[in-house]
C-alpha cells in the first residue's frame, strides 16, 4: 500500500505565510509528522475512518485513523494556532517589554554619565566617579561612560585603572578624540612613551582640527623619553610657537637640547630662564650640568652648591655634585654626596649601589656592606651575580666568611665562573672545611689560566690551610709574572719573617717601601726584619767573647727568665741580646718586645730603640713610662717635634696634667723653646706636689739664669771700616 498523506506543494502566499512563522519553525505544524498532528490537534470523532487496516498511525487513535485528503495545510496551521495563541501573546509581550526596558537602561545610563560629566566640572571627583561606575554598570556598551569614568579616575590620580577605561571606551569608539586625548596624557604619566606617541599621531591625522599646544608638548616629552631628541625639538618648537611663553615647554626644550649633548644651545636657555625664576633649583641644577659638560667646572660647582644650600632634600642635586666630585678626581668629596642621595632614596637601587661601589672603592668595607644589604633586598638581587660576588667580596674582607659563601654558592648556580669558585675556596678554608676548599680549588685551576690572580688566590688558601711553603712558593709564581705586586711582596715577606729568614724579608719589605707603600704592616715587619739583622751583627761584635750565647741548648721560658736577669742587673747590652732571640721566637710577645725596647734604650742604641718603641706604639702597647722613655729615645737623635708629641698626648691624657709637665719642660727647652719652657714651669709649680715642685723649680731657675746671661752679655762692638 503507498503512504496516503498528501504531498504539499507550497505557492507564494504559502511560502510567505510559512517565513512569517519562521522563528517557530521548531514548533511549527508543518515540521511534526502527520501522525503527532493526529494525536495532538486533531479531537477524536471529528474524522472519518478510511477502511484501510493496512495503515497504522505512529500514536493509536479511537475512531480516528487517517486524515481525509482534503484536509489542507491551512486548516493544520489554524489548528496550530488556535492550540498555541496564549504562548505566542506572551511571547510578543516579553520582546516588547525586553526593548523597552533596553531603552530605558540605556537612557538611565545616558543620564548617569552626564551626570557625571558635570560633577567633573565641579570638581566633586568622588560623586563623578560613583555616577560614572554606575553609568558603566548599567549600560557595559556606552564608550561615553568608559570615557567619564576614566577622567574621574584620573584628576584622582588613578591612573591605571583610568587607562584601562580609556582603552574600553576606545575599543567600542576607536575614533574618539577626547578618549584618544586623555589615554595620551595618562600614558605619559605612567611613563608610557610610545603610547602617547601613537594616540596623538592618531589624532593628527583626524584634523581638522589642528592638535593643541599642549598635545604637541606631550609629544615631545614622549619622543625624548624614548630618545628621540631631533624629533622632541622639532615638536618643542611647534608648541612654543603657539604658546611662546610657556615656560614649562621651554625649560623641557633645553633639558632636550642638554641631552641631545648641544650644551651650549642649552645652556643660553637656561640662562634666560634662571632669570625668569632665579630660584628655580631644576633650571639651576641643569645649567650647573651643562657647564659642567663645557668644562666650566667651578661654575658648575657653584650652581650645585647654591641648590643644594637651598634644598637638601632632593636626591639629584647630591648626585650631581658627586658626579663632578668624581670627574675632579676627589672620591673623598663625592662619597658624602652619594651617601646623602642613597639616604635620601631608599627605594632607589641605583643610588644605593653607587654609594656602595665607591666605598668599596675606598676601603670603607663596612659601610660599603651596608649599602650592599640594602640592594640584597631588591627583587632581582638574586638574579644579579655581580652583585652577590661583590657583597661576597666585602663579607671576606670582614672576615663573614659563612656570609659570603652563602652568596658566592647562589650566584655559582648562575654562572661557573673560577673567580668565583677560588673566592668559594677561601671561604670554605677559613671555616676549615679542608676538602671543600681543595675541590673549589681545583675546579677554579681547570678553568682558569695560570695567572697572577689565580696564585694569589692559591697563596691565600694555602696560607689559610697552614701550607706555608706551598703558599710561598705561589706567591713567587705571582712575583714571576708581577715583580712589582705589592699583595705578594708583603705577604712573602711576612712568611720570610715567621720563618726567621731576615734578609729575604727585608729585600721584600723594602722592595714595597719603594713602591710607595707606606703601611704599618710594612714598616714594622721592615723594622723587624733589619734590627735582627743588624742586632745580630752588632752583638757578635760587643759582647764579650767569653760570653757562651749559644740559645739552641735554651727554651723559650730560660732565654726569658736569664734576659730579664741581665736587664734586672742593669746589663743591657746582654739583657736586649736575649730580648732579641726571645722576640725572634715569641713575635707577638709584648712584654718581650717592652723588655726588648726598654734594653735598647739602657743600652744605647738609640735607633733601635725608637724601632722597637715604635712597634709597640703600633698595637696601642705603650704604657706611661714607654711613652716617656719612647720621647726621650727621639730627642736623644733630634727628633724633638715628634718626642713632644708624645709627651703633650700623654699630659692631656692625664688626670693629674702637671705629672708630665717637668719632662715636657725639658724637652721644650733642649728644642729650643726656652720661653715656653718657663712658662710651662711656672703654671706647673702651682698644682704640682712638692717632688715635682722642687724639679720644675730648678729647671725655672737654670732658664731663667741662662736668660738673664744672655741679657747682660755685652753685644758685639762693630769693627772700624779700616785698621791702623
Not at 8 to 21: L, N, T
Not at 222 to 235: C, I, L, M, P, T
Amino acid at each position: 500500500m503507498t503512504d496516503p498523506r498528501p504531498i504539499i506543494v507550497a505557492d507564494k502566499i504559502d511560502q510567505e505565510a510559512c517565513d512569517f512563522f519562521s522563528p517557530l519553525a521548531s514548533a511549527s505544524p508543518l515540521t511534526q509528522p502527520r501522525e503527532t498532528l493526529l494525536a495532538t490537534t486533531v479531537p477524536p470523532g471529528s474524522l472519518a475512518s478510511s477502511g484501510d487496516n493496512d495503515i497504522k498511525p505512529a500514536v493509536e487513535i479511537k475512531k480516528a485513523e487517517a486524515l481525509p485528503h482534503h484536509f489542507t495545510k491551512y486548516e493544520i496551521v489554524s489548528a496550530f494556532i488556535a492550540k498555541n495563541a496564549v504562548p505566542l501573546v506572551w511571547m510578543g509581550v516579553c520582546v516588547i517589554t525586553i526593548a523597552s526596558t533596553f531603552d530605558l537602561v540605556r537612557a538611565f545610563s545616558m543620564q548617569k554619565t552626564e551626570e557625571a560629566n558635570a560633577l567633573i566640572a565641579q570638581e566633586k571627583y568622588q560623586e563623578a566617579l560613583a555616577s560614572a561606575t554606575l553609568a558603566v554598570r548599567t549600560n557595559p556598551f556606552s564608550a561615553r561612560a568608559y570615557l567619564e569614568r576614566g577622567r574621574a579616575l584620573t584628576k584622582q590620580l588613578r591612573l591605571k585603572e583610568a587607562l584601562e577605561c580609556f582603552n574600553n571606551s576606545l575599543a567600542i569608539s576607536k575614533t574618539d578624540a577626547i578618549a584618544l586625548d586623555e589615554r595620551a596624557s595618562v600614558a605619559l604619566k605612567l611613563k608610557l612613551p610610545k603610547q602617547t606617541i601613537e594616540d596623538i599621531n592618531k589624532l593628527e591625522s583626524m584634523a581638522p582640527p589642528e592638535l593643541k599646544s599642549y598635545q604637541i608638548g606631550n609629544r615631545a616629552i614622549a619622543y625624548f623619553s624614548v630618545g628621540e631628541y631631533r624629533k622632541a625639538q622639532v615638536d618643542y618648537d611647534r608648541a612654543l610657537a603657539m604658546d611662546p611663553t610657556n615656560y614649562s615647554l621651554q625649560l623641557s626644550k633645553a633639558f632636550c637640547l642638554a641631552q641631545d649633548q648641544k650644551y651650549a644651545q642649552a645652556l643660553s636657555a637656561l640662562d634666560a630662564l634662571s632669570k625668569m625664576d632665579p630660584d628655580n633649583n631644576e633650571v639651576l641644577t641643569q645649567r650647573g650640568y651643562c657647564k659642567q659638560r663645557l668644562n666650566d667646572l667651578v661654575g658648575a660647582l657653584a650652581d650645585y652648591n647654591l641648590a643644594i644650600k637651598r634644598d637638601t632634600t632632593t636626591a639629584r642635586w647630591f648626585a650631581y655634585r658627586a658626579g663632578l666630585f668624581m670627574e675632579m678626581k676627589q672620591p673623598e668629596k663625592a662619597l658624602p654626596d652619594y651617601l646623602k642621595a642613597a639616604d635620601l632614596e631608599p627605594e632607589n637601587e641605583s643610588a644605593q649601589y653607587t654609594a656602595g661601589k665607591l666605598c668599596q672603592t675606598l676601603h670603607q668595607t663596612k659601610l660599603a656592606l651596608k649599602f650592599y644589604d640594602r640592594i640584597s633586598h631588591f627583587p632581582n638581587f638574586r638574579l644579579a651575580f655581580n652583585k652577590q660576588v661583590e657583597r661576597a667580596n666585602l663579607n671576606i674582607e670582614s672576615g663573614n666568611y659563612q656570609s659570603a659563601l652563602a652568596d658566592l654558592t647562589n650566584a655559582l648556580k648562575m654562572k661557573k665562573d673560577p673567580e668565583t669558585l677560588f673566592l668559594q675556596a677561601v671561604c670554605f678554608s677559613h671555616i676549615g672545611n679542608r676538602k671543600e676548599a681543595q675541590t673549589a680549588m681545583e675546579m677554579a685551576s681547570k678553568m682558569s689560566a695560570p695567572t697572577s690572580k689565580a696564585y694569589l688566590y692559591k697563596a691565600e688558601i694555602a696560607s689559610t690551610l697552614g701550607q706555608n711553603i706551598s703558599a710561598v712558593d705561589n706567591y713567587s709564581q705571582v712575583l714571576r709574572l708581577e715583580p712589582h705586586n705589592q699583595k705578594a711582596l708583603t705577604a712573602r715577606g711576612k712568611f720570610y719573617l715567621a720563618q726567621q729568614q731576615w734578609g729575604s724579608a727585608e729585600t721584600d719589605f723594602k722592595k714595597v717601601l719603594a713602591l710607595g707603600n707606606h703601611n704599618a704592616e710594612v714598616t714594622n715587619g721592615l723594622a723587624q726584619a733589619s734590627s735582627m739583622l743588624g742586632k745580630r751583627a752588632k752583638m757578635s761584635i760587643d759582647l764579650p767573647k767569653a760570653f757562651n750565647g749559644d740559645f739552641n741548648k735554651l727554651t723559650d721560658a730560660q732565654i726569658a727568665k736569664d734576659g730579664y736577669r741581665y736587664f734586672s742587673n742593669g746589663d743591657m747590652v746582654k739583657a736586649a741580646y736575649y730580648f732579641t732571640e726571645g722576640v725572634v721566637r715569641k713575635p707577638n710577645d709584648v712584654e718581650l718586645r717592652r723588655l726588648l725596647a726598654h734594653s735598647l734604650a739602657g743600652s744605647g742604641s738609640h735607633s733601635d730603640a725608637i724601632v722597637a718603641f715604635a712597634s709597640l706604639a703600633q698595637t696601642n702597647s705603650l704604657k706611661a713610662n714607654d711613652k716617656i722613655a719612647y720621647a726621650r729615645e727621639m730627642a736623644s737623635v733630634g727628633q724633638y717635634d715628634s718626642a713632644i708629641k708624645v709627651v703633650e698626648e700623654l699630659r692631656a691624657s692625664s688626670t693629674n696634667q702637671s705629672v708630665y709637665a717637668y719632662e715636657l719642660a725639658k724637652l721644650l727647652s733642649a728644642s729650643g723653646q726656652d720661653e715656653k719652657a718657663m712658662a710651662l714651669c711656672a703654671s706647673a709649680m702651682t698644682q704640682s706636689p712638692a717632688g715635682d715642685r722642687q724639679q720644675l723649680e730648678n729647671l725655672y731657675q737654670s732658664l731663667s739664669s741662662e736668660k738673664n746671661k744672655s741679657a747682660h752679655a755685652p753685644k758685639p762692638q762693630p769693627k772700624p771700616a779700616t785698621e791702623g
